[in-house]
């Protein structure tokens, strides 16, 4: 998997970052956490395929986080997409997305599947075969959902040699092994999964957290996380602020990534009273608190 960022900066743009969006590639799918204005362009500047998107997720409904959406979906649409798209969002998303294409009379190519939570809302959005999509909400001035992208784990690589030993025959009882049956062989032994499969291979996960204020749910959602995207909107000297607005300052997300055994930490969505330098300096006073911090910018990308 890797994640990209397509732009770091909150509330407003400025000439090197452009607003709040970030994709999530896992095998050629493309999962978008917001839609700022400007994604669209940002996506065609990373290579990241827009025909691949497979759903977008809108965390809450400030427009540093929405208004890109439209444009985004248009250009779907002319594209002649004929994919299924889900858009998933708090409620009052899908009010703003018919008054988007009412006012310009359009009728999708595609079949444009948009759910909406209500305040409050927990509970797994998402449930495909591989993986799954949790939402939580966070702490914010407006309602706003966090989200967990978790991939279901894999069974253990299967290991030939021990299944000759053990003179299991070719073919399909290989495979109900794979998938977690015990077998009985011809002689009527029993062999069961775990004696021809290795340690089963945890599936990684990727948390977002844009925006919120510190908070016990974020840490909740981030438990042992693989890799925690969190707004670092302020550093040190704009604490105060930070609480007024129900944002977070790099020290605050570090906190989190902490406290929830987070492998690492994505720190992104930063206030533009800052350019780059001055981010870089508030990510490394941010490290006594948590080591693995990867300062975002624009276009970024991160395997993980
Ligand atoms: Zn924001
Ligand atoms: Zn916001």
Redesign the pocket.
């Known amino acids: 998997m890797k994640i990209v960022l397509l732009g770091t900066s ?2 407003v743009p400025t000439l090197t970052r452009g607003l709040s969006s970030t994709a999530l590639v896992r095998e050629g799918d493309v999962f978008l956490f917001d839609c700022g204005e400007g994604t669209q362009l940002q996506l065609m500047r990373s290579g990241v395929k827009r025909s691949r998107i497979h759903s977008i997720f809108i965390g ?1 409904l ?1 427009g ?2 929405l208004y890109g959406i439209a444009g985004l979906l248009s250009t779907l649409h002319l594209d002649g997409r004929e994919a299924p798209l889900n858009v998933f969002g708090p409620e009052g998303l899908r009010v703003f997305l018919n008054a988007a294409f009412r006012t310009a009379d359009l009728q999708f190519t595609f079949n444009l599947n948009v759910r909406e939570f209500p305040r409050g809302y927990r509970g797994r959005v998402l449930d495909e075969e591989e993986f799954y999509v949790e939402a939580l909400p966070l702490d ?3 309602f ?1 959902l966090g989200w967990r992208f978790q991939e279901k784990d894999k069974p253990g690589v299967f290991n030939l040699d021990k299944a000759r030993e053990l003179g299991i025959p070719r073919g399909p009882l290989y495979g109900k092994l794979q998938h977690g049956e015990k077998i009985m062989l011809p002689d009527g032994r029993t062999i069961t999964p775990d004696m021809v499969l290795g340690m089963p291979r945890e599936g990684k996960s990727v948390v977002y957290c ?2 919120t204020q510190f908070s016990e749910r974020s840490i909740q959602l981030a438990d042992k996380c693989t890799a925690l995207v969190h707004e670092t909107t302020f550093g040190p000297d704009a604490i105060e602020l930070a609480r007024d607005r129900k ?1 977070s300052t790099m020290a605050d997300a570090a906190r989190v990534a902490k406290e929830a055994g987070a492998a690492n930490l994505i720190a992104t969505h930063f206030s533009s009273r800052y350019d780059g330098r001055q981010i870089a300096q508030i990510g490394d006073e941010a490290r006594e608190v948590f080591e693995k911090i990867t300062v975002g910018r624009d276009l970024l990308e991160i395997e993980i």
Do not use: Q, V
Request: some cysteine; overall charge negative; glycine content about 0%.
């Open positions: 909150s509330a809450h400030h540093d986080h914010h001035s407006i706003c844009l925006d944002h």
